[in-house]
Every structure is written in C-alpha cells, then in structure tokens.
C-alpha cells in the first residue's frame, strides 16, 4: 500500500480490538528484542498470519503528507488574503487573489491525499505488528 492509497475508511483507536483483515507474510532477519542486534549471527526468518487473527491496538502513528513548494506558499498567501485582503488597495488584492487561484490546484490535490496512518498491533497470538498500514485491519 502506497501513502497515497486508501488507508481504509475506519479509524482505529488504541485499546481497540481489530482482526487482520488479510493473510500477511512477514520475512526478513530476526534479532531478539532485548540483546544488540550485532551480538547474534544473521538469521533469516518468514511468519505466516492468517487473516482473521486478532489483537489490540496499541499505538496509532499519523504519518503527515509532505507538503510542496506550492502548498506552503499557498497557504502563506491563502493566510495573507484572509487576514489582511479586506485592508489591502484594491489592485494588490486583486494580484493576490490571482496567486492563490494559480495555486489552488496544487492545494486541492494535497488535499485529496489520503493521511497515512501506520499501528502497532499486540495480536492474541503474542505477535506484535508494528508500524502496518492501518488498512491491513478490520474491527473485531
């Protein structure tokens, strides 16, 4: 799942009891959780969890969008106009209000992206699952 993809229209709160909603494949090294990972020797390893297992939220992480060159200044303008527009001469409004609709495409697609949000799931199992797309879970 990309940033920009759906994330899924349910909002997830930690305590919260949720159910993979997929069959995930975890793979890559294993290193235990309380030692120096240089201590141990490499070592490869693959889970399976299948969908429907279930498990609590325990963190929820809002990863913000990154915002543009154009988004910024947009904003900074967009707040100039509203703040002080009414104060300005009519010409220098007017010049103002062009920059901002120059600008205002740029907003509107910032806007439509959808927020990625990542969570840290203790499943029933004793698997933990940490920073997965809040999409990879359903309410239980």
């Given amino acids: 799942m ?9 909002t997830l709160n930690v305590g919260q009891r949720v159910r993979l909603a997929a069959d995930l494949r975890l793979a890559g090294s294993v290193t235990p959780a309380e030692e120096p990972a240089e201590e141990w020797a490499a070592c490869a390893a693959s889970v399976a969890l299948a969908a429907g297992i279930e498990g609590t939220v325990e963190r929820v992480d809002e990863h913000h969008r990154q915002q543009s ?4 200044e947009y904003l900074r303008l967009k707040s100039l106009l509203d703040d002080f527009g009414h104060q300005m001469p009519p010409g220098s409004r007017r010049q103002l209000e062009e920059q901002v609709g120059v600008l205002e495409e740029q907003w509107a697609a910032y806007q439509r992206r ?8 203790r499943l029933d199992n004793g698997f933990v699952l940490d ?8 309410s239980a």
């Fill in 2 to 10: 990309t940033d920009e993809e759906d994330e899924g229209s349910m």
């Fill in 69 to 72: 060159h154009e988004v910024r």
């Fill in 114 to 121: 959808t927020l990625r949000v990542t969570v840290r799931v």
């Fill in 131 to 138: 920073e997965v797309p809040a999409g990879a879970f359903v």
